[in-house]
């Protein structure tokens, strides 16, 4: 049974930083992709990164390209999301999830994490 386990998450003020993690278990952790979506109240979920399971590769939305980073760890099964230069418009439930191919798209994941708050304040 793969499971996925987000932490980190928080409230943050605009400007600082914040990372997060999520722990796997339940399959090859090294042999898969990882990725972070997001989901802001009344939207829909969206791509924020991923990486693949080398970790040489990693695609980036526009919207955080150059603030966010995406890291892996395959020695602890776990994959992070360094969150700098946060914004409001950053505000939503943070997802890991993981999948076979390295891509933007929801269906290219077929495990979820339960997500974790992320609050940025002005």
């Known amino acids: 049974q793969v499971q996925l386990v987000e932490s980190g998450g928080g409230s943050v003020q605009a400007g600082g930083s914040l990372r997060l993690s999520c722990a796997a278990s339940?399959?090859?952790?090294?042999?898969?992709?990882m990725g972070w979506f997001r989901q802001a109240p009344g939207q829909e979920r969206e791509f924020v990164a991923a990486?693949?399971?080398?970790?040489?590769?990693?695609i980036y939305a526009d919207s955080v390209k150059g603030r966010f980073t995406i890291s892996r760890d395959n020695a602890k099964n776990t994959v992070y999301l360094q969150m700098n230069s946060p914004k409001p418009e950053d505000t939503a439930v943070y997802y890991c999830a993981t999948g076979n191919r390295l891509g933007i798209g929801l269906l290219e994941y077929d495990y979820w994490g339960q997500g974790t708050q992320v609050t940025v304040s002005s």
């Open positions: 990486i693949s399971w080398s970790g040489v590769s990693t």
């Open positions: 339940g399959r090859t952790f090294s042999r898969y992709v």
